[in-house]
């Protein structure tokens, strides 16, 4: 009996130390559940943010992608929101943006912040629109990551697009090939060539580049003034490149004499749907008949000589 003296002792010390441990460990446990319940709201606020992030991102790229967007763009307050690399018709976004940023003011002086990133990717064969978006309020950051199939891409005639002037059909020089000099402002891929001359009259339209090598041609059925006529041109498309020199021309006989517009306003050079006109152009039939040769003539004026044209779209990349 002498050696079990005390051990009530160490029963007590060892109890309190498991009654201890339980203690703590309940109360990890419950910081841990208060910390959670605590962020709950913070981690709503920041999915929120999340959320607005990808539907600013949806907005702008719709916003960007409308065929009504005036020229120029300063005449609208909405267009000059876009941060999107389109052809909305004349008007010219940040090309370098591939994300945006913002705020949200949850409660006076409480702000979340979000950053939506854009990619494109394809699934499934399916051109896609990748969102990226994260989120944060309070130190308590959200993610969204969502893609939506990619609408097609907005398609423009520059000349049609703004023409203005009156147009005639009955040009006094005959035999001539027609057409206009023009930059494009962004890369962008030719998938018609277009015409307007009377009616079943059928002419070749022919794209050239800077040194007049022809990229692609295509027969067009006229429709007469003022319809235009476009024929899809062969397989592959033609792709321009912003900056360079590219020429659109039409070949009017004397027996089928060519339309042209007058009294310009403004007049040549000017912006026509992501493309620069610089110059309508002229040149004997005889020194070039299928296409534009060295010989050609182009000149700044109030006159649109031939009704030349191509239906194009920009290589969209949203931001």
């Keep these: 009996m002498t050696y079990q003296k005390g051990v009530s002792i160490y029963l007590a010390i060892i109890i309190i130390f498991i009654l201890l441990g339980i203690a703590l460990g309940l109360s990890t446990l419950l910081v841990g559940q208060i910390k959670l319940v605590k962020g709950l709201g913070d981690s709503v606020v920041a999915f929120h943010a999340a959320d607005t992030g990808v539907e600013k991102a949806l907005y702008e790229e719709k916003l960007c992608r409308q065929t009504g967007c005036p020229l120029p763009p300063s005449s609208s307050p909405s267009c000059p929101t876009c941060s999107c690399r389109a052809c909305c018709q004349g008007l010219d976004p940040d090309p370098t943006k591939t994300s945006i940023s913002g705020t949200l003011e949850v409660t006076t002086g409480n702000f979340a912040n979000y950053t939506t990133t854009v990619t494109h990717i394809t699934e499934s064969g399916q051109d896609m629109i990748h969102f990226t978006s994260r989120g944060e309020y309070k130190g308590t950051k959200r993610a969204i990551d969502t893609s939506i199939p990619q609408s097609p891409a907005l398609s423009f005639t520059p000349w049609q697009f703004c023409q203005t002037g009156i147009v005639s059909s009955s040009f006094p020089v005959v035999d001539y090939r027609w057409g206009y000099r023009f930059i494009p402002n962004k890369k962008m891929t030719v998938k018609k060539l277009c015409g307007r001359w009377p009616t079943a009259s059928i002419r070749s339209v022919v794209l050239q580049n800077s040194t007049f090598a022809v990229l692609k041609t295509a027969s067009v059925t006229g429709k007469g003034n003022p319809n235009w006529a476009c024929e899809d041109i062969s397989l592959p498309y033609v792709t321009l490149q912003a900056g360079e020199t590219y020429y659109v021309s039409e070949h009017g006989s004397s027996s089928d004499k060519s339309f042209y517009a007058e009294n310009l306003a403004p007049l040549l050079p000017k912006d ?24 050609v003539d182009c000149t700044t004026t109030n006159k649109m000589y031939g009704e030349a044209d191509f239906v194009a779209t920009c290589d969209i990349v949203p931001f």
């Design 272 to 295: 026509c749907s992501s493309v620069s006109i610089k110059a309508t152009c002229v040149e004997p039939a005889s020194s070039g008949g299928t296409k534009f040769t060295g010989s």
